[in-house]
Every structure is written in C-alpha cells, then in structure tokens.
C-alpha cells in the first residue's frame, strides 16, 4: 500500500513538472525547433534555447555547415546565448545538441542546397499549345438509314482520348483526320485508329459514315489539335536558359482536362484592356499578341504548376534584369509583398499585396500561399486578381517567393498563389523533392498535386 502510495505521489509530481516546464521559454523554444532544416548556400541561421547549461553540437558532417563558425565534428556550445549554423558546402548533415556530451535534446536534419537565383518575370504573354495527338471534345450525331448516332461513341471511343495515329500514320492536326476519314469513306475501308486514354495505349477499328446532312464522311466526333490564350511570366534562368509561366496547367475548356503537349511557343501579348472582377464573376485581361514571327521560347512541359520550356533570353519591359534569391517553401511568412504584373500594354508594374496565409508544404501541392490584393490602384483597375495574371511573380523580401495562381471566385481581392520551388522543381532547375526519398536523412510520402482552373482553348 505504503509503495502504491510513493508511485502515485510520483506520477503527480512528475506532471506537475511537466505542466511548469511547458510554460517555460526554454520549452517552448525547443518544442518549436525544427526536426529538418533546409538552407541555401551561403544562408546563416540564428537559434536560441534560453537554457543556463552549456552543450556540444555533433555534426554527422561537419563539412557542410559550421556551428558558430566552427567546422568541426563537435562545437561546445552555451545554450543561454544564441548560436548560429552556416552553411559551407552542398549537402546535408545531421546535428545533434548533447547536454553533457551524452544526453541528446534534439536533433535536426539539415540539408544545404546550392544558391538558387532567377530573373522575376511578370510580362504578359501569349501561349499557343499544339497538343501531342488530337483531342476528342466531344461526339457529333449521324442521322441516316444506317445510324442515328456517333459511330465513334459506338466504337468506345471516348471524350478525353487522344488520337495519335491513324493507320499506323502518326496524327497532328485536326485537317489529317479528315482527309483520313474521307480517303476511307470512298474507298469503304475501316479505319485502325491508335488512341491514348489516361496514359493507355489502345486501338479500335471504325468504318466512316456518310453524313447526309453535310455530305461527307463523319466519324461522328468533335477535335481539337491546339489551346490558345494569355498569361503571365514568373521566372527566367539564364544559367539553364530555362522559364516558366502561368503558374497552372493548361486545361482543355471543354473536356477540363490536362493537354498533353506536343509543340508550343509562347510570344509577346500586348494588353488592351481590363474586365473588372466582381464578386461571382471573375475578370480578364484582353490582350493580343503580335510580333508572332518573334517567338520568345518553346513550351515542353504543362504541369500542375505551369508551363515551362527553353528561352534563349530574358524579354524586355521586366523589372529585373538581374537575378535575384529564391525563397523555399518553408521560408515564406505571412506579411507584405508584391506582385509584378502587367495592366496595360507591355509594362511591368510592381503592385501591393499582403500574404495572408501559407500552408505548410513538405511536397508539392499547387495552393500553397493565399493573398490578397491591397494595392489601391490594381483594385481600381481590375478590382483584385483577373484571369490572365496568373504566373504573376510575388516578392517578398528582395527573394521570388511564389505565383499567383487562382482568384476567389466570391471575392476576387484574394486568391491563392503556389510556392515558386515547385515551379523550379518542374523546370529542372531544382532537384525534385521526391529525390529525398533517397536519402536515409530525408523520407516522406509524396502528396498528390491538386488540380487547376482552365485555360482558354480553341481548335
């Protein structure tokens, strides 16, 4: 009874002592510490623990960062004064605070990646996208004494397949199928179509009808071959001569889905005018393109988060001709920032916004940031975030932090921006984060990306 008795006072004791520590600065400060640490080349981070005991800080790798200046494999420290970690060499490290060379309070992966910088963007531009194959948008319906339908529906072809070959003959664009359909018509032979669905390769047989109505031959389907539209630049590398742009996929207008890209450039867009948003209804840019013989770069990937492709140069009319420092996902913090964007014509403005939440992002996801547009002379024009101002390049501190993506449809003076690494990590110019998974230092589960708004389409 007398030891029941010494185990429960014991227990008691024991959560009284943790409910006062929990109060303590030094516990909250190393319950805040991070578990994993990313920094750039040359970047240097201050921490403190308030902590009257000194420590040693071990380092697995003592070769990529410094602990108070020191490269060594263990730094004795005073954790009542602050200390610092920089960063030496490309890398990663694990660091570890000892209390009496023996007892570890934390641990921390730290990783140094190389010093990323790029021109911010923020020019309009034009897309056209050429897709890989001919999209099926839709069937059209045959009425004659054979059929009263869409053959190709009949056929299991469905909305969303991408034609690619007809007879072995590989499909581009829109006029080769016709000429295909007719040539068979005539000669009363069927049709090997090769098509694409959600990644899968399959074939189907089809025989043409005559549409009497039209008075041709019909396959009984609606195409497109190509996507046109506006947006914005966020970035340019001239190291890797790389860009990317928009900020979200491309999108068919009609099937809402993701164009597979099989050709594409993208040109300079001159900005006519301005449909205000309103609450419910979203506005736009219009705008034109022109100097179309001038093509600014080709376009090779559309992602979650983007279009991207090769740019020998960096266009004209942006507000940096220099690079400037990336900011990582973790690293951006609510507060002010800009955007750069384009209201009128083909000049680039810099205009206020406050960044009103940012999510916590380990991989990459496209709503990452929220925004809202405070700067009074963009709500006057364009009463917040207009369709075409996505990609637009958000600053905050000096550093390219992310993009504008969507515009709240209830209330266009917000929207939601993605954070610039995963736009980087899709032009190649930073290595993937699913690559961690690789190293017995950095492991996670890799996040499905989120989907996009469309883009305007046209065949």
Not at 216 to 222: I, Q, S, V
Request: with cysteine; aromatic share 6%.
């Amino acid at each position: 009874m007398q030891k029941r008795d010494k185990q429960k006072w014991l227990g008691v004791l024991l959560v009284l002592l943790l409910v006062l520590g929990s109060t303590t600065t030094f516990f909250q400060q190393l319950t805040h510490f991070p578990v994993e640490l990313r920094l750039m080349k040359g970047q240097l981070k201050q921490f403190r623990l308030d902590m009257p005991v000194s420590a040693t800080a071990n380092l697995s790798n003592p070769d990529v960062i410094r602990v108070n200046g020191l490269s060594k494999p263990m730094v004795a420290i005073d954790l009542s004064r602050p200390f610092t970690v920089s960063t030496q060499t490309i890398g990663h490290t694990l660091l570890t605070l000892k209390l009496f060379d023996t007892v570890p309070i934390k641990q921390v992966k730290v990783r140094v990646l190389p010093d990323i910088r790029v021109i911010p963007g923020g020019q309009s531009i034009g897309v056209k996208l050429k897709s890989s194959g001919v999209l099926v948008v839709g069937y059209h319906l045959i009425k004659n004494n054979k059929i009263n339908g869409s053959p190709a529906e009949k056929a299991d072809i469905r909305i969303g397949d991408y034609l690619t070959k007809i007879n072995g003959k590989p499909i581009v664009h829109v006029e080769e199928v016709g000429k295909a359909v007719q040539e068979a018509g005539k000669s009363q032979k069927p049709l090997m179509i090769h098509l694409v669905r959600r990644g899968e390769e399959k074939q189907v047989q089809l025989s043409p009808i005559f549409d009497e109505k039209d008075q041709a031959y019909r396959l009984g389907l609606y195409i497109r071959d190509s996507a046109a539209g506006v947006g914005t630049l966020t970035f340019y590398d001239p190291n890797k001569k790389v860009y990317g742009a928009l900020g979200h996929v491309i999108t068919d207008m009609d099937t809402g889905q993701a164009i597979r890209v099989g050709d594409g450039k993208i040109l300079y867009s001159n900005v006519t005018s301005i449909q205000k948003g309103e609450s419910g209804e979203p506005g736009e840019k219009r705008a034109i393109f022109f100097h179309e013989d001038h093509v600014l770069g080709n376009i090779t990937k559309n992602t979650s988060f983007g279009i991207f492709g090769k740019m020998a140069s960096v266009p004209g009319n942006g507000l940096y001709s220099q690079p400037v420092p990336i900011a990582l996902a973790e690293q951006v913090k609510e507060g002010p920032a800009k955007i750069l964007t384009v209201v009128e014509g083909q000049k680039v403005e810099a205009f206020d916004i406050m960044i009103s939440h940012v999510m916590k992002q380990k991989f990459p996801a496209t709503k990452g940031i929220i925004i809202k547009i405070t700067d009074p002379r963009l709500l006057e024009k364009t009463g917040g975030i207009v369709q075409g101002m996505s990609g637009s390049p958000i600053i905050q501190d000096g550093k390219l932090v992310g993009a504008v993506t969507h515009v709240f449809v209830n209330d266009p003076t917000a929207g939601y921006g993605t954070f610039i690494e995963w736009m980087l990590q899709d032009a190649g110019v930073i290595q993937q984060t699913a690559d961690l998974t690789k190293d017995p230092l950095f492991y996670g589960k890799k996040c499905n990306k989120e989907g996009t708004h469309k883009f305007m389409s046209k065949g």
